[in-house]
């Protein structure tokens, strides 16, 4: 549903969103490696 509401609210915002999601999965992905390396992730 949040990518058709920001759609509908123009490029600016889809475009605002699409990089925000792609800051948020290379964090967490970053995040959940280092968790990982000590033991405190599965």
């Known amino acids: 549903m949040g990518n058709i509401e920001a ?5 600016l ?3 605002k969103r699409y990089a925000r ?3 948020y999965a ?3 992905s970053y ?3 280092i ?3 000590i033991s405190l992730s599965k």
Do not use: D, E, F, Q
């Not at 759609?7 to 490029?11: I, R, V, Y």
């Open 7 to 11: 759609a509908s609210h123009g490029p």
């Open 31 to 33: 995040t959940r490696s």
């Open 35 to 37: 968790l990982r390396s």
């Open 26 to 28: 290379r964090t967490n």
């Open 13 to 15: 915002a889809y475009g």
């Open 21 to 23: 999601r792609k800051v």
